[in-house]
């Protein structure tokens, strides 16, 4: 009965900006780390970055200073700052939750972000 629901993709211009987010809902399981992933087209899925319960992060070099991971654990909700859009950062990106208790992870549907001049 987990269920994520992403939002916040689109078509925004190279140096342009976006905010993804990402919000869990259900019972029976306790988050200890959230993250992004993304697949860019024809390419292998990646991580983008992670933050943990204790708010440690983890961000992709290719994405770092330019992306930021953030969270409100009240609202079990992941987010995803993105600034300075590059075309290479066209993909659809992914939220995941790492669950502890039930010892499985959770994906997000998936959210297409398009850079276009």
């Known amino acids: 009965q987990v269920h994520l629901v992403e939002s916040g993709g689109g078509l925004v211009q190279p140096g342009g900006s976006l905010r993804l987010s990402c919000e869990i809902s259900?019972?029976?399981?306790?988050?200890?780390?959230m993250g992004w992933y993304r697949r860019p087209p024809g390419k292998q899925r990646e991580l983008v970055a992670r933050?943990?319960?204790?708010?440690?992060?983890n961000v992709a070099d290719s994405v770092k200073g330019r992306f930021t991971i953030s969270r409100d654990s009240a609202k079990n909700t992941v987010f995803l700052q993105m600034n300075s859009l590059k075309f290479e950062d066209t993909a659809v990106y992914y939220c995941?939750?790492?669950?502890?208790?039930?010892?499985?992870?959770?994906w997000g549907q998936g959210t297409q972000v398009t850079v276009s001049s």
């Open positions: 995941k939750f790492w669950d502890s208790r039930r010892n499985v992870d959770y």
């Open positions: 259900g019972s029976g399981f306790s988050i200890y780390a």
């Open positions: 933050i943990t319960s204790g708010d440690s992060t």
